[in-house]
């Protein structure tokens, strides 16, 4: 999938005379400007998307890590057009309180799980990148908008507090603040000391990356398949890691309760 390009100019703030709205659609892509009185949500996306009050939709929001130019907006409105259904989806992208906001709408009928999935395929670049992303749950009509974009940018600050470089998905917002606390607090040392250290001393001590694999590994889901792909590695030398780490950490993966404890020390473990 072609990357989303990442200029590195300054952010300019909108013109004083309204907000520039990027609008993709299959046919063109435009430039709008809100005036600043009819800035609200529901202008917005009835500038943005004629029909949208049918539409599912979400919003995603982009905290970025390092200056970007304010026509990012108009190429991530473009890429998630392309994303989802590209002959009926639109999609809307402008900049508000220093982060990039995206609409990205479907038809009504449209598989949301998959969607959801391109959507996510799609904006992995840019967690990559080092940027910070949330995405807001399905909404339906005008109504849900300005829900979904709230939901959006605190979801996308979640993942930066944690310095959680992933997708922020908003249903898993209540699982990122419990993540949170239980970074600040004198469990997560215990997490650490007693199932990651020993880890942690083997990758020092031999130059190994045992506990990035862990990490791919769990947040695969435990598909070798998939993790082996993401680490571009042999499926053989994933197995060999894995039995690796079960060897030193004394914990089994294939047991739920200590994949569990595996799982929430690598989530509150601050180098990841």
Not at 83 to 99: F, K, N
Not at 141 to 149: M, P
Not at 152 to 173: D, W
Not at 185 to 212: C, F, K
């Amino acid at each position: 999938m072609e990357s989303i390009p990442l200029r590195a100019n300054p952010i300019v703030p909108p013109v004083e005379r309204g907000l520039t709205v990027y609008r993709a659609t299959p046919k063109r892509t435009a430039r709008l400007v809100i005036p600043r009185a009819a800035q609200t949500p529901q202008m917005l996306a009835l500038c943005g998307y004629p029909g949208l009050s049918a539409a599912r939709h979400w919003a995603i929001a982009l905290i970025p890590a390092a200056p970007l130019a304010v026509a990012f907006a108009r190429d991530l409105a473009v890429k998630l057009m392309r994303a989802v259904l590209p002959a009926q989806s639109q999609a809307l992208g402008t900049w508000r309180e220093a982060q990039c906001l995206a609409l990205s709408a479907q038809p009504p009928d449209a598989d949301l799980q998959w969607a959801r999935s391109r959507l996510t395929l799609t904006l992995e670049p840019l967690v990559e990148a080092g940027h910070w992303v949330g995405i807001s749950r399905p909404c339906s009509g005008l109504q849900g908008i300005e829900t979904a974009i709230q939901e959006a940018m605190e979801t996308a600050r979640a993942c930066q507090n944690l310095r959680r470089h992933a997708i922020g998905h908003r249903a898993q917002l209540a699982l990122y603040e419990t993540l949170h606390s239980l970074r600040e607090s004198a469990s997560s040392v215990r997490l650490t000391d007693e199932i990651l250290a020993p880890l942690l001393r083997y990758d020092r001590q031999h130059g190994t990356n045992l506990v990035a694999t862990l990490a791919v590994f769990l947040r695969e889901n435990g598909n070798a398949v998939q993790a082996a792909r993401r680490l571009t590695i042999h499926r053989n030398t994933l197995n060999y890691r894995l039995q690796r780490i079960a060897e030193i950490s004394g914990l089994d993966l294939d047991q739920a309760d200590e994949r569990l404890m595996l799982h929430l020390a690598v989530c509150v473990h601050a180098d990841l």
